[in-house]
């Protein structure tokens, strides 16, 4: 993604916006608060484990940096696939060759699974696995071509989809739950807003299933930092403010408001972006702090398994699982 977490420009803005508008996104006025309650007895009713969360984001690290065109990129992608078949998911896996910013040709990998694939209503949860190539936002000059182990940009996302692939299937929720895990979104150049979420593109424009239009559409990123932030990111504001009510709506009522801040926050060219332009309005949490900006180790030598907190893919994976089951 381009990881400015701010509209660089107005035009850019203004195209975001336009594409939005001209693809269908909702365009309902909505609450901060959203108008969504849940029971205190849901909180105790979710299955996801935050142990279990975690060692599959650790489980990713131990491959190495999952670089597309990497060993570790290859030996993850399979661990990945053989997971969720192993849930009972229904995998299919888009492969391509595509060309980056710098000219390099690399393979993508999406993988795409389905949990109760004959359930007529689809969510869609999505993250990335691929890992950013270099190190250039470290301190130290001399990692900027050292690629990352990507704990929290990366892997906290696919390990909380991973856990709720776990929790869906063995409760037998009859609700139909589409996993998407993106490649090749990392390889992207700052200023260059095309460069970014090449995976995620590809799915948009080859969707797997004729006519694909899931109800709902919620993309991870860096969701596994202690102290993370989650606020209403701009673009998936525009596209689908009633499905950030609902999810802000339970984190208030499972006591994650400190963490789920009800409010704006700014704009970030992610996956999410390349869906909604094709149609399907899609809300991204993602970890952006005030003043700061995304979690210190960004695109750094530190975004390993010391920056990942239980608690918040506890908090995270719990407020997804009873969002489903709401469904």
């Not at 890992?131 to 929290?152: I, Q």
């Not at 490649?183 to 590809?202: K, M, T, Y």
Request: proline content about 4%; aromatic content about 8%; glycine content about 8%.
């Amino acid at each position: 993604m381009s990881r400015t977490g701010i509209i660089k420009t107005a035009a850019t803005a203004a195209t975001i916006l336009t594409l939005l508008l001209s693809c269908g996104a909702s365009k309902k006025s909505s609450s901060a608060e959203g108008n969504e309650s849940v029971t205190a007895s849901e909180e105790t009713s979710t299955l996801f484990s935050a142990d279990s969360a975690y060692s599959y984001v650790a489980r990713q690290v131990e491959f190495g940096p999952r670089v597309p065109g990497t060993e570790a990129h290859r030996q993850c992608g399979n661990w990945l696939t053989e997971k969720l078949k192993s849930f009972g998911a229904e995998v299919t896996e888009q492969t391509a060759t595509l060309t980056t910013f710098d000219g390099t040709r690399i393979p993508m990998r999406n993988i795409f699974a389905r949990i109760n694939p004959n359930a007529e209503k689809r969510i869609l949860l999505l993250a990335h696995w691929d890992c950013r190539p270099w190190a250039d936002n470290d301190p130290n000059p001399e990692k900027h071509s050292s690629p990352v182990d990507g704990a929290n940009d990366g892997a906290s996302g696919t390990g909380v989809l991973l856990e709720l692939a776990r929790t869906l299937t063995a409760t037998g929720s009859g609700t139909g739950v589409d996993i998407l895990l993106c490649d090749a979104e990392d390889w992207g150049e700052e200023s260059n807003d095309e460069s970014w979420a090449l995976g995620a593109r590809h799915f948009a424009h080859n969707l797997p299933v004729e006519g694909y239009m899931p109800s709902a559409a919620i993309l991870l990123d860096m969701v596994g930092a202690a102290d993370a932030t989650f606020m209403r990111e701009y673009f998936s504001q525009l596209a689908n403010p009633a499905l950030a009510d609902q999810i802000w709506s339970i984190a208030k009522s499972l006591g994650h408001e400190g963490m789920f801040v009800n409010r704006m926050g700014s704009a970030v060219n992610d996956d999410h972006v390349e869906l909604i332009k094709a149609g399907i309005p899609t809300i991204d949490i993602i970890d952006y702090r005030e003043g700061t900006g995304f979690f210190s180790g960004w695109h750094t030598a530190s975004d390993n398994m010391e920056c990942i907190s239980k608690e918040t893919l506890g908090a995270v994976g719990s407020i997804l699982e009873t969002y489903v089951k709401k469904q």
